[in-house]
């Protein structure tokens, strides 16, 4: 592939757009552009970087899944329980994590598919539900959680976060192109009715993107109490809406249908440099939200206007 | 047909909605007994952590001594307007008097007042609302004090010439930039050489705390010291400081509850915490509301329950528990809350 091809996919504006922060905010502070403080970042936001991966699929098949905040929840809380009565070390954790998270997805993948209705509806209600279990069980069971993560060595830092960021960059990038089911992903979030056509199984692709989706929250939970040896039930409220501009930001279609792990994996970058690197730059707390929005807003802004220009020339290219 | 088979689903579900209504109902003594009871609506800003549930552990239990019924609600997110709601709810419910933790005083003013216009007695803890909205504050020390404890025990860490940053709960947390002002203040007074270099919000949640403090110590290389001043920034930030090894030089100083920090504490990567005993807040709030209920007129410099001496300031209609409580790797074991 030329490189002048390569600047024409839609990754291309958030890599760009990754580097032009990165620079920018190094020449404020030296300090940020240790690569392996870009290392220790991607360890200390892998939640982010692994659920926008989870929810890729998803997205692609134009679904959405609001509970993952929940499941994260969820899934912490049942860990500690666990944690508590058996002694767990730290891979086996995100294993059990990974499984519960599987399951309490392709729970949410199961309502939708037998009801027919929106993802958004049916995650909006568990999502409920998933918080108040966690609360209830949180609030019920409190003095035994303070225990997990006993077993917590330093050597284990960073290490096994990156790990788990490639793994799963790595996983998702094998299941949506060299499986079915990630041929079906795209097929649905393409055009239905074809995708059936195609003999894709509906609710089989259905089940199994929620799964994925709860997997990559379950593995989450995991990392979360593995740094922390606390569970917090509120510490990913909201991460939903991080997550969707994320995905979007990569260069994932609105509409469904395209989307890469190449650019999930940028833009969880950006919004990670973007977030820590105001600190970086010594730019008053007041600031940060104003900006975030403002230089979210622009990377769009220009991504449409590359997608615009684009077309025109081709339209000249035909006549 | 058709119909009834619908009918028949539509009883189905009002039956199933009955009984996981009915069943979920708490079966309390306080429930059933004489209609007369006082009820009192607990809000704490936000639900599920540590610092606000101790409080309502000591308010429980006193309310349950004078055979009060103690309902405890709050967001769960510190947010103003989801508390401006379960306010409401409590005044439908007909709760007596309310108890409130507000994030922001200003939010909350019109519905207090509403509230008090109904006869129910507003007291506010922990942080306080705009003054004419409630009928008393109780509250844990008072801003002025606790500033200057904090600004003298960082420069017995870091020194008189020291820079240090703050990571502050919210940005607009009341009692949070009431005390930060006091501590500038005093600062700039007493120790003009200490430099404070920035302020960064946690929103309550550890990953947060956690993110910012390895932030603020690779972008500050002169960073001496850190004040985490909330209860879920402490342990993030010690864990911070723990992870990057940077104990020795990073002299961390939190607000925060000591079993939470005990840990830390023990192996350095916190060096002193402070706080006050949120159990304590709790019953001091009821005791008051009790007092208030009976027309006795709160004294200043009386010891309440085995709280106190507090201090009461008539004009402000204020009352402050007492003095903050220190915590370091010798007496942490001493305190469990």
């Known amino acids: ?319 | 047909m058709k119909q009834k088979r619908q009918l028949k689903i539509l009883v189905f579900y009002i039956l199933l909605l009955l009984f996981v209504i009915t069943s979920c109902e708490e079966k309390t003594p306080s429930n059933v007994g004489s209609q007369n009871i006082i009820r009192i609506g607990m809000i704490p800003k936000i639900s599920g952590i540590s610092y606000f549930d101790q409080c309502a552990e000591g308010a429980k239990e006193l309310a349950d001594q004078y055979g009060m019924e103690l309902i405890y609600r709050g967001p769960s997110s510190a947010d103003a307007a989801s508390q401006v709601n379960i306010i409401q709810d409590m005044i439908y419910d007909g709760v007596d008097v309310i108890a409130i933790a507000p994030v922001d005083p200003d939010a909350v003013k019109v519905i207090l007042d509403e509230a008090r216009n109904k006869g129910i007695i507003v007291v506010t803890f922990d942080a306080d609302s705009v003054e004419e909205s409630r009928d008393v504050f109780v509250n844990q020390v008072s801003a002025e004090q606790l500033g200057m404890h904090i600004i003298d025990n960082l420069v017995k860490l870091i020194g008189d010439e020291g820079n240090y940053a703050i990571l502050t709960a919210s940005l607009t947390a009341d009692n949070q930039n009431t005390w930060i002002q006091w501590m500038k203040a005093y600062q700039a007074n007493k120790y003009p050489k200490l430099n404070l270099l920035t302020i960064v919000p946690t929103d309550e949640d550890q990953q947060k705390a956690y993110a910012h403090t390895r932030n603020l110590i690779q972008a500050y290389p002169e960073l001496d010291g850190i004040v985490a001043m909330s209860t879920e920034a402490g342990p993030g930030a010690a864990q911070a400081v723990k992870v990057l090894g940077k104990k020795d030089d990073i002299k961390l100083y939190a607000l925060a509850l000591p079993n939470d920090m005990n840990d830390y504490l023990k192996e350095g990567s916190v060096h002193l915490t402070t706080l006050w005993n949120p159990y304590d807040l709790g019953r001091l709030t009821i005791e008051v509301v009790h007092m208030l209920l009976q027309d006795e007129n709160i004294v200043d410099g009386a010891t309440y329950g085995e709280i106190g001496p507090i201090k009461y300031i008539e004009s402000e209609k204020t009352i402050i528990m007492g003095e903050p409580l220190d915590f370091n790797a010798m007496n942490v074991d001493d305190f469990d809350f």
Not at chain 1, 10 to 30: A, G, P
Not at chain 1, 181 to 210: C, N, P, T, W
């Open chain 1, 1 to 319: 592939m030329s490189i002048r091809k390569y600047f024409k996919n839609r990754e291309s504006y958030i890599f760009l757009m990754t580097i032009i922060l990165w620079v920018s905010i190094s020449t404020t502070n030296l300090n940020f552009a240790n690569p392996r403080y870009l290392l220790e970042l991607i360890g200390v936001n892998s939640v982010y970087f692994i659920c926008a991966l989870g929810v890729l699929p998803l997205m692609i098949k134009g679904h959405f899944d609001l509970s993952i905040g929940g499941m994260i929840a969820f899934t912490s809380v049942l860990l500690s329980a666990i944690g508590s009565w058996f002694f767990l070390p730290a891979p086996l954790v995100i294993l059990i994590g990974a499984i519960i998270g599987l399951l309490v997805g392709m729970l949410n993948g199961a309502l939708i598919s037998k009801f027919k209705v929106s993802s958004v509806v049916v995650t909006l209600a568990t999502m409920y539900i998933f918080y108040g279990v966690s609360k209830y069980i949180y609030n019920t069971f409190t003095e035994h959680f303070r225990i997990i993560g006993e077993y917590k060595i330093q050597d284990y830092n960073g290490i096994i976060e990156n790990m788990s960021v490639l793994i799963m960059a790595l996983l998702t990038y094998l299941i949506l192109k060299h499986t079915n089911f990630g041929r079906s992903v795209y097929a649905f979030g393409g055009d239905r009715k074809l995708a059936i056509q195609k003999g894709y199984h509906e609710s089989v692709s259905i089940i199994k993107a929620h799964g994925y989706c709860g997997l990559s929250a379950g593995v989450s939970a995991a990392l979360h109490l593995i740094t922390f040896n606390q569970n917090s039930v509120d510490a990913y409220l909201n991460i939903e809406f991080e997550l969707i501009i994320i995905v979007i930001l990569g260069g994932l279609h609105i509409l469904g249908g395209y989307g890469t792990v190449f650019g999930t994996l940028i833009a969880s970058f950006f919004i990670t440099i973007l977030k820590s690197g105001l600190v970086f730059a010594r730019i008053p707390v007041f600031w940060h939200d104003m900006m975030i929005g403002a230089i979210i807003i622009l990377v769009i802004a220009y991504g449409v206007f590359k997608e615009r220009y684009k077309k025109r020339n081709i339209k000249v290219g035909e006549t």
